[in-house]
T-cell receptor, first 115, second 114 residues
Framework: AQSVTQPDIHITVSEGASLELRCNYS??????LFWYVQSPGQGLQLLLK??????LVQGIKGFEAEFKRSQSSFNLRKPSVHWSDAAEYFC?????????????FGKGTLLTVNP | GAVVSQHPSWVICKSGTSVKIECRSL??????MFWYRQFPKQSLMLMAT?????????EQGVEKDKFLINHASLTLSTLTVTSAHPEDSSFYIC??????????FGSGTRLTVV
């Protein structure tokens, strides 16, 4: 069965600093990979996704992620964090479920941004 | 862009009563919608896949008689929590797909059973 591991439960960075959130997946085939962000009490917003092609994916809000098959990783990065980036971040893998695919989420990483 | 509306945003109900949560795709048709449950400071757990015009497919361990799902049209899926108890208190989120390449999530419903 597929699984997603986000090793860091909570990360704190200073505003303007760079950010990298780690994500490792376990899946037998080439996965569909996603990063979502969730503000408190809200739904999830898609930051970026990888299906195929270029392994460096650009997303919204200045985020990017790199798919590394050899490391089974899909880490999220941002060169300069803004206070508004404080939120919960979820990595997910999409698994083919026939006519659609199902998402399996990691446990999330809570990002705190210090002024 | 694709928008999914979920209603209500929060609801408080008495133990033993039923609660209905609606998930609507506002500007696209969704043949498939998904329902998730999220416990505090936890990840999202897929509860069921809702297919328009057919029965929902429930994940292992989810009580289909407690969590009734109806997907009567291409823009509306409903989740009814029947005979709710305090342990059903949680954050419920739906998602819908406009195409093969991504899902849009609703803003979630906070259910508190007292």
């Amino acid at each position: 069965a597929q699984s997603v591991t986000q090793p860091d439960i909570h990360i704190t960075v200073s505003e303007g600093a760079s950010l990298e959130l780690r994500c490792n997946y376990s899946y037998g085939a080439t996965p569909y990979l996603f990063w979502y962000v969730q503000s408190p009490g809200q739904g999830l917003q898609l930051l970026l996704k990888y299906f195929s092609g270029d392994t460096l994916v650009q997303g919204i809000k200045g985020f990017e992620a790199e798919f590394k098959r050899s490391q089974s990783s899909f880490n999220l990065r941002k060169p300069s964090v803004h206070w508004s980036d404080a939120a919960e971040y979820f990595c997910a893998v999409g698994v083919d479920g026939g006519s659609n695919y199902k998402l399996t989420f990691g446990k999330g990483t809570l990002l705190t941004v210090n002024p | 862009g694709a928008v999914v509306s979920q209603h209500p945003s929060w609801v408080i109900c008495k133990s033993g009563t039923s609660v209905k949560i609606e998930c609507r795709s506002l500007d696209f048709q969704a043949t498939t919608m998904f329902w998730y449950r999220q416990f505090p400071k936890q990840s999202l757990m897929l509860m069921a896949t809702s297919n328009e015009g057919s029965k929902a497919t429930y994940e292992q361990g989810v009580e289909k008689d407690k969590f009734l799902i109806n997907h009567a049209s291409l823009t509306l899926s409903t989740l009814t929590v029947t005979s709710a108890h305090p342990e059903d208190s949680s954050f419920y989120i739906c998602s819908a797909s406009q195409d093969t390449y991504g899902y849009t999530f609703g803003s979630g419903t906070r259910l508190t059973v007292v």
